[in-house]
């Protein structure tokens, strides 16, 4: 979730309405299936008490938003009538969710989402190269166009030294293109970099990258600069290679867990208790969750306010407060204080179905 996302979700009241379901649009009924879930969805959510006004601005969103192509999930959290959070799923969540509580309901977008992973996708020929960037849910946030010299760059068939002398001409008119293009890469990529193009061009690119962007570079071998040119086919690609990172990620998460829980002062923790401490001490740097169930904590009017009991409360002087899901009062915790929020898998055992790496110990 980006920060604009965050804060507006942890700066409002509840109740909230969480809803996450399959919009598929990929059969020729999918828009009679669609309006069958949203009554049925809206009767869940004023089933438990949420208003009138938030219930419609739910289904609104869903049913009036743009139809996705083939299989599809869809996420969206609201309050007080109005829409907060409102996203694209990596596809349909394996159970459907209708759900009302004081805290928003926000582990599927983290469990369902895209790649997550920012990247620069980099469409280039000997001319220059356009340049894309995209966020953490793959939206184009940036583009920019390199353009280099336009003559001369084809070389042309003869002989003699006149030819050779034209021949060098081309060749250093293609190799400047490609510096301006590669000092642009380096100096905008977000993380990742995924070059595709002419196969001898976007080669050729790579080896001009800094060491360091080379690290994080993929060459692609669909997409093209050609008006036309197909973009199922390298959509596809980029797909694949996001989650090939994603998968880079949780093992990276993992490792670091697993080296971090084999010390005494380590920098890593399970448990529920545990992790709601490094919570409250606002020490964690990711939250890790597996399954942790049903299970309860406590916690105050303002995020950041987590304890297991009300004894724990009163470190942060509020006396009372109320017991809310560990599933949705964690990664809120976690996201007020700035951590970041992984759904893990069987990679590493968590005690509870929780874990985090700390800041500090």
């Given at each position: 979730?980006?920060?604009?996302?965050?804060?507006?979700?942890?700066?409002?009241?509840?109740?909230f309405a969480?809803?996450?379901?399959?919009?598929s649009?990929?059969?020729?009924?999918?828009?009679?299936?669609?309006?069958?879930?949203?009554?049925?969805?809206?009767?869940?959510?004023?089933?438990?008490g949420?208003?009138?006004?938030?219930?419609?601005?739910?289904?609104?969103?869903?049913?009036?938003?743009?139809?996705?192509?083939?299989?599809?999930?869809?996420?969206?959290v609201?309050?007080?009538?109005?829409?907060l959070?409102?996203?694209?799923?990596?596809g349909?969540?394996a159970?459907?969710?209708?759900?009302?509580s004081s805290?928003?309901?926000?582990?599927?977008?983290?469990?369902?989402?895209?790649?997550?992973?920012?990247?620069?996708?980099?469409?280039?020929?000997?001319r220059?190269?356009?340049?894309?960037?995209?966020d953490?849910?793959g939206?184009?946030?940036?583009?920019?166009?390199?353009?280099?010299?336009?003559?001369?760059?084809?070389?042309?068939?003869?002989?003699?030294m006149?030819?050779?002398?034209?021949?060098?001409?081309?060749?250093?008119?293609?190799?400047?293109?490609?510096?301006?293009?590669?000092?642009?890469v380096?100096?905008t990529?977000?993380?990742?970099?995924?070059?595709?193009?002419?196969?001898?061009?976007?080669r050729?690119?790579?080896?001009?990258?800094?060491?360091?962007?080379?690290?994080?570079?993929?060459?692609?071998?669909?997409?093209?600069?050609a008006?036309?040119?197909?973009?199922?086919?390298?959509?596809?690609?980029?797909?694949?290679?996001?989650?090939?990172q994603?998968?880079?990620?949780?093992?990276?998460?993992?490792?670091?867990?697993?080296?971090?829980?084999?010390?005494a002062?380590?920098?890593?923790?399970?448990?529920?208790?545990?992790?709601?401490?490094?919570?409250?001490?606002a020490?964690?740097?990711?939250?890790?969750i597996?399954e942790?169930?049903?299970a309860?904590?406590?916690?105050?009017?303002?995020?950041?306010?987590?304890?297991?009991?009300?004894?724990?409360?009163?470190?942060f002087?509020?006396?009372?407060?109320?017991?809310?899901?560990a599933?949705?009062?964690?990664?809120?915790?976690?996201?007020?204080?700035?951590?970041?929020?992984?759904v893990?898998?069987?990679?590493?055992?968590l005690k509870?179905?929780?874990?985090a790496?700390?800041r500090?110990?």
């Amino acid at each position: 979730m980006d920060q604009d996302q965050v804060k507006t979700v942890l700066t409002a009241d509840g109740p909230f309405a969480s809803v996450y379901l399959e919009d598929s649009h990929d059969t020729e009924d999918a828009d009679r299936q669609l309006d069958v879930k949203l009554r049925d969805m809206a009767g869940e959510l004023g089933e438990q008490g949420v208003d009138e006004a938030t219930v419609e601005a739910v289904v609104s969103a869903i049913r009036d938003g743009d139809p996705p192509v083939g299989r599809s999930g869809r996420g969206v959290v609201a309050a007080g009538g109005q829409v907060l959070v409102d996203r694209r799923l990596a596809g349909p969540p394996a159970a459907e969710v209708a759900r009302v509580s004081s805290l928003p309901y926000l582990l599927p977008f983290f469990s369902h989402a895209p790649a997550g992973i920012p990247y620069l996708l980099v469409t280039v020929d000997h001319r220059g190269a356009d340049l894309v960037t995209h966020d953490r849910d793959g939206r184009e946030v940036a583009t920019e166009t390199v353009e280099g010299e336009d003559a001369p760059l084809h070389k042309v068939r003869g002989g003699g030294m006149a030819h050779a002398g034209m021949q060098a001409n081309v060749e250093e008119t293609r190799d400047q293109n490609l510096e301006r293009v590669a000092e642009r890469v380096a100096a905008t990529h977000p993380g990742l970099v995924l070059l595709v193009g002419e196969q001898q061009a976007r080669r050729a690119l790579h080896t001009k990258l800094p060491p360091a962007v080379q690290d994080v570079t993929r060459e692609l071998s669909a997409g093209s600069r050609a008006p036309g040119a197909s973009q199922e086919e390298l959509e596809r690609e980029i797909r694949t290679v996001l989650a090939e990172q994603r998968l880079r990620v949780l093992d990276e998460l993992a490792e670091r867990f697993r080296i971090g829980s084999g010390r005494a002062d380590g920098l890593a923790v399970t448990g529920l208790a545990e992790v709601v401490g490094a919570l409250a001490e606002a020490n964690v740097d990711a939250l890790l969750i597996g399954e942790p169930g049903d299970a309860e904590v406590r916690v105050g009017r303002n995020a950041g306010e987590i304890a297991l009991d009300r004894d724990g409360l009163a470190a942060f002087g509020v006396e009372d407060g109320r017991e809310e899901r560990a599933d949705e009062a964690l990664p809120w915790a976690a996201l007020a204080s700035g951590a970041s929020v992984t759904v893990m898998d069987e990679r590493i055992d968590l005690k509870e179905g929780v874990g985090a790496l700390l800041r500090h110990t």
